[in-house]
């Protein structure tokens, strides 16, 4: 929450973050039963191939967001310094560039 314009809602029943109405992260809570407890947001191109085949217990491709590059990150397998790094990228992804701006991150 402490990024520039980011906002929480409930969307599809889980809090979801926004950016200018964009979403740059969602929870997940045993979605459809698929026993994740997770946080779901986009990567870079090519990174979701790669986070997942290197640590394919904390990562996965999410169902619907997947085919767009986003992952899933199971939360009880990552550490909060690692998570928050992941979180801040994903805002980057997303954010307008007018963000973007160091001025902007400071506030």
């Known amino acids: 929450?402490?990024?520039?314009?980011?906002?929480?809602?409930?969307?599809?029943?889980?809090?979801?973050?926004?950016?200018?109405?964009?979403?740059?992260?969602?929870?997940?809570?045993?979605?459809?039963?698929?026993?994740?407890?997770?946080?779901?947001?986009?990567?870079?191109?090519?990174?979701?191939?790669?986070l997942i085949a290197a640590s394919p217990e904390t990562f996965f491709r999410p169902p619907y967001v997947g085919v767009k590059g986003w992952v899933g990150i199971e939360l009880h397998r990552i550490g909060e310094h690692d998570l928050a790094a992941h979180i801040l990228e994903a805002w980057k992804m997303v954010a307008p560039k007018s963000l973007l701006k160091p001025e902007s991150l400071l506030k």
Not at 19 to 34: E, I, L, T, Y
């Open 1 to 50: 929450m402490s990024m520039p314009a980011c906002e929480e809602k409930l969307s599809h029943g889980e809090p979801t973050w926004f950016v200018r109405k964009k979403v740059f992260v969602m929870f997940a809570n045993n979605h459809h039963g698929d026993g994740h407890v997770a946080v779901w947001l986009p990567t870079p191109p090519g990174m979701q191939e790669n």
